[in-house]
């Protein structure tokens, strides 16, 4: 069989050996994971047609309006791996605090724990603008049968045994690594299956794309200033193109198709950044550095980060290496706080 006709289920199988599991439990966590994106795509492909937009009524930790279908693919996620009991514990952007999962008897024999933004860019579904997934997947630190703590989710990126995201966009696509490179899947609507589309992504060394919301500039480090002058003079292969769309996955994945720099800076109205070290920055940043590029908080590597709470925020800059290392020779001429 042709290598690029590969469904996802059969890329698992054929790479269990990476996996460091003998039981095939990671391969029934991924299929869990791509049994909820499938779950999540329809639902969002049909949002303009159903009362499922505007706001839930509600609002998450993070005081945002939580719209319809931020809590549908929470819950979608949260029972999919609820069902399968192959989690012992779950994280998400939507609930304040870590879930725990016991099993069948009522112990906490799995080892695995998922931390994930279940629909990222949600203010963006009713503009009809993609969306995503976000997720982490790490190893228990707490031996198996005992109660899950915090502890097992305040793990630094660097522990992460696999993360991906699933952009819901012009077409559904599931791009996943477990720490042997990164590949990406497009869902066959018609089949229902995930397909071998993108084998081997890599951030191109080099790139002319810059993705921030420079509607915050007065409010930025001076680095990040004086990196976006660099990026707008006339010079070498410069200006660059700015291009944002307000959606993390769908920036990141162009960026990396075409090369680029997502950048999140602290601001006066995020002093310490506005994404998510644990279901946001750590997913990507693993993925990133799978394909060869780079992210950081604009001094330290994102996987090296020693997590503090489940909902932290970090400044984020993620995308094709050379990129992500001019800006920190910017900021590097600044005091941390400038
Ligand atoms: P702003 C969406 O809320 C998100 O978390 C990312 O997906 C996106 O890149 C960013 O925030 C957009 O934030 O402040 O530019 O609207």
């Known amino acids: 069989m042709k290598k690029n006709n590969l469904t996802l289920g059969e890329f698992i199988i054929e790479n269990q050996k990476h996996y460091k599991s003998t039981s095939g439990e990671f391969s029934r966590l991924i299929s869990s994971i791509k049994l909820a994106a499938k779950i999540v795509n329809y639902k969002v492909n049909k ?12 609002t998450n930790i993070q005081g945002e309006d939580q719209q319809k279908l931020d809590v549908y693919a929470n819950d979608v996620f949260m029972q999919t791996l609820i069902n399968r ?59 198996t049968g005992t109660p899950v703590d915090k ?17 819901y966009g012009t077409s559904t696509m599931l791009v996943l690594t477990s720490g042997s490179g990164v590949n ?33 500039y ?23 193109t700015s291009r944002y769309i307000g959606s993390l996955v769908s920036d990141f994945h162009r960026n990396m198709i075409k090369g680029g720099i997502y950048i999140y800076p602290t601001s006066t109205k995020n002093p310490k950044g506005k994404l998510r070290l644990l279901y946001e920055c750590n997913p990507m940043a693993f993925l990133a550095e799978q394909a060869n590029g780079k992210a950081s908080d604009g001094y ?8 503090t709470e489940l909902h932290q925020r970090v400044p984020f800059f993620c995308g094709s290496k050379s990129m992500v290392k001019k800006l920190e020779e910017f900021m590097a001429k600044y005091p941390k706080d400038a």
């Open 151 to 167: 502890i097992d989710f305040l793990q630094r990126g660097n522990q992460q045994v696999a993360a991906g995201y699933v952009v």
């Open 218 to 240: 007065v409010h930025f480090p001076q680095g990040v200033k004086d990196y976006l002058k660099y990026c707008q003079e006339e010079k070498e292969n410069r200006p660059y």
């Open 184 to 216: 990406g899947f497009t869902l066959n609507p018609a089949i229902g299956s995930f397909y071998l589309s993108h084998p081997n992504m890599k951030f191109p060394e080099n790139g002319t794309i810059y993705s921030i919301n420079e509607g915050n």
């Open 300 to 307: 330290v590597r994102i996987l090296d980060i020693k997590p």
């Open 47 to 58: 949002a303009g047609l159903v009362d499922i937009l505007g706001d839930a009524g509600d």
């Open 85 to 143: 009991e192959i989690v012992c514990g779950i994280a998400s952007e939507e609930e304040d605090d870590y879930v725990t999962i016991k099993g069948k008897h009522e112990t906490n024999e799995n080892k695995y724990v998922v931390l994930m933004d279940p629909l990222d860019g949600s203010s963006n579904i009713d503009v009809n603008v993609s969306v995503g997934t976000i997720f982490s997947i790490y190893k228990r630190v707490t031996p």
